[in-house]
């Protein structure tokens, strides 16, 4: 799926979607929100409404030439992760974006949910919210209870880089880390700067 999108199911934890947004328009990322159903609001599971820049019925699909600079973004929350897992289709362009060598990023229980229904991923590191773990672990993928993992791909592995956050308060950390994997690290030194951190 080329571009970059963070894709938003009702009850996804707000920081996690819009602080890493925020960071990578800070960086000079194009992100689009997409509403995973038909209607462009969607609300956080701290009730916020938000409306997304393009819902389901309207978002464009662009799989031919998707690489490394493509990235299918995650949040957390619930019951948003389970929303996202639960949305068979968001599941197969999933699966299609990773086996073309598409970039993945999960935060909080998006990795354990989201990410597991990913194949190739043992040996992968990842980091996600206390309980979350084992589907990924029993994929063979290897738990690391670190606030961001950045997993580069590993061919003949199918699969693009992968990169995970453990929970809200690693949102921003979660979203720099995306920015520093699509433009390196000085552009993500530039913008963590710029919030004083």
């Not at 571009?3 to 328009?25: K, S």
């Not at 973004?73 to 949305?87: E, K, T, V, W, Y």
């Not at 520093?180 to 919030?195: F, N």
Request: hydrophobic share 45%; net charge negative; glycine share 14%.
């Amino acid at each position: 799926m080329k571009g970059v999108h963070i894709f938003l199911a009702d009850g996804f934890e707000d920081m996690e979607a819009l602080a890493t947004r925020d960071v990578l328009l800070r960086g000079g990322i194009p992100v689009i929100t997409v509403s995973i159903t038909d209607d462009y609001l969607v609300e956080s599971s701290h009730g916020l409404q938000v409306t997304a820049d393009t819902s389901w019925a309207d978002i464009e699909v662009m799989e031919p030439g998707t690489d490394g600079t493509d990235v299918m973004i995650f949040p957390g929350g619930m019951p948003g992760s389970r929303n996202l897992a639960q949305h068979k289709e968001l599941m197969e362009i999933l699966q299609d974006h990773w086996a073309r060598g598409g970039a993945v990023a999960a935060i909080c229980a998006a990795p354990g949910l989201v990410v597991s229904q990913l194949p190739g991923l043992t040996g992968r590191k990842f980091t996600c919210f206390d309980g979350f773990e084992e589907s990924l672990i029993a994929a063979g993928a290897i738990y690391t209870p670190e606030g961001t993992v950045t997993s580069p791909a590993a061919s003949p592995a199918p699969g693009g880089t992968l990169i995970t956050g453990r929970g809200a308060g690693w949102a921003v950390d979660f979203g720099l880390a995306i920015l520093s994997y699509l433009k390196g690290p000085e552009a993500a030194a530039k913008v963590k700067a710029g919030l004083m951190l």
